[in-house]
């Protein structure tokens, strides 16, 4: 698709925020429906943010951080997330502790489950449907995010009347980009020395796949996010093994907690 | 493994939702990280520091105050920000009500910004297309971008044909976009 010659220069114009009256709404009207001149659109407002990224100025005045960070201080937001570490890096991590690290990383996986959903919408929806569509989805998978990995989140499960909550896990698989989520709750307290373990069970027969090691909070509950995975592995199952935490972690040698029931 | 591009737009992500938890250290480090880039737009556009000042702390303060007005769909924090500080700036500017809220700010890119050293460079290309341009194209564009210019006071302002100052502008973006393609 190319962009239509006679809003050209026009469309230039708007990404700058330089095109006004007339022409700006005969524009507007002519971008309501046309995806190639949207796309142009946000390729010129790309290449306009690299212009204001050529600004080498000096450093702001260490007043200004000062004046900023008493005026946050001022403005708590939320009480600070519990036992987060200061900016950890993302990983392929299986490892549950680092609650919003985890969060980051499945926030990355909605981001592209939801790109891949509007690549593969681009030509059969209005670009403005799509777009719009697509802020939505992406606001709510955010809002999801955030509340699954809130650690001041209250997760409370509900189970028969008068029954003892028993350990519980969902895996949440994507073989084509192999993405995994898992989560557990009611997992019993690790005994010393052990850990548990998340296996793939391949759907071939092979034997299984390590899906990560993880030690769950103190309410028994843990996540597991994107961990190491061999590429276009169909899973049959999954399961959870404690495991003793020393040694290899290749197959499993301890004993089931929790097995898929399967879809 | 991991590219020095997923790493640093996660590691950007990991900070924003540590904002959203209302991490005032994951804040310091935002700040730390990006005021300069802020900082550097918003003077550039408004030429007085304490004013630019104000736009840097206007924007942080926001993004405290709502972490969630960026997410990854929107671009690299780096670029969203230098947008955010332009567009405010020239509201600040031409001392109008701001007009683009910072959840408003959409901006794909797909170039290498993920460290300072490719910010670097890439930096270096597009003020290397910016140099090579004739002095009128690159005129006409800073000032619509860094003043806010609408193309009618452009032209007023220089003396030139309306559309001498819109293929100037279109002509200057495509120079910019072909050095950054090769």
């Not at chain 1, 680092?98 to 980051?104: I, P, T």
């Not at chain 1, 926030?107 to 690549?119: D, K, V």
Request: aromatic share 6%; glycine share 6%.
């Amino acid at each position: 698709m190319s962009v239509h010659e006679e809003f050209a220069e026009d469309l230039a114009l708007y990404a700058l925020g330089s095109l006004d009256g007339a022409e700006r709404q005969a524009l507007e009207r002519h971008l309501e429906g046309c995806a190639s001149c949207i796309r142009e659109l946000e390729l010129l407002r790309g290449d306009l943010s690299l212009l204001a990224l050529t600004t080498a100025g000096p450093k702001p005045p260490a007043r200004a951080r000062q004046r900023l960070l008493s005026a946050i201080a001022n403005e708590p937001r939320l009480p600070v997330a519990q036992a987060a570490p200061a900016f950890p890096r993302r990983q392929r991590s299986w490892w549950p502790a680092l609650g919003w690290a985890a969060a980051a990383a499945l926030t990355l996986l909605c981001i592209g489950l939801l790109r891949q959903n509007s690549t593969l919408q681009q030509d059969v929806a209005s670009p403005r449907e799509q777009f719009t569509d697509q802020g939505s989805k992406l606001e709510q998978a955010n809002e999801v995010v955030a509340t699954l990995l809130d650690p001041e989140a209250q997760k409370i499960e509900l189970v028969a009347s008068g029954s003892k909550p028993q350990p519980r896990g969902k895996a949440i698989y994507q073989r084509r980009n192999r993405n995994l989520i898992f989560f557990a709750s009611n997992l019993p307290p690790l005994p010393a020395d052990k850990i548990y373990e998340l296996w793939l069970f391949p759907a071939n027969g092979a034997a299984p796949v390590a899906a990560g090691l993880f030690k769950p909070d103190a309410r028994g509950s843990a996540t597991v996010v994107n961990p190491p995975l061999p590429e276009g592995e169909e899973a049959k199952n999954f399961a959870v093994t404690l495991e003793p935490e020393s040694g290899s972690h290749e197959s499993p040698r301890g004993t089931p907690v929790i097995v898929g029931v399967g879809e | 493994m991991p590219s020095a591009d997923t790493n640093a737009m996660t590691s950007d992500l990991a900070l924003v939702m540590a904002i959203r938890s209302g991490d005032q250290g994951a804040m310091t480090g935002l700040y730390d990280r990006y005021s300069s880039i802020v900082y550097s737009v918003a003077l550039r556009v408004l030429q007085d520091t304490g004013a630019a000042e104000d736009v840097l702390q206007d924007i942080f303060m926001q993004l405290w105050r709502n972490p969630g007005a960026f997410d990854a769909s929107r671009g690299k924090l780096a670029a969203w920000l230098a947008v955010i500080a332009r567009n405010r700036a020239i509201d600040a500017l031409r001392r109008r009500r701001p007009e683009n809220d910072i959840e408003d700010a959409v901006v794909p890119i797909e170039h290498d910004l993920a460290s300072e050293a490719d910010r670097s460079r890439t930096m270096d290309r597009v003020r290397g297309a910016l140099q090579a341009m004739p002095a009128p194209q690159r005129s006409a564009l800073e000032m619509a971008y860094f003043e806010g210019l609408p193309h009618s006071e452009i032209a007023e302002k220089t003396g030139e044909p309306l559309g001498t100052i819109k293929t100037r502008i279109r002509a200057g973006l495509l120079s910019l976009r072909k050095v950054l393609a090769t």
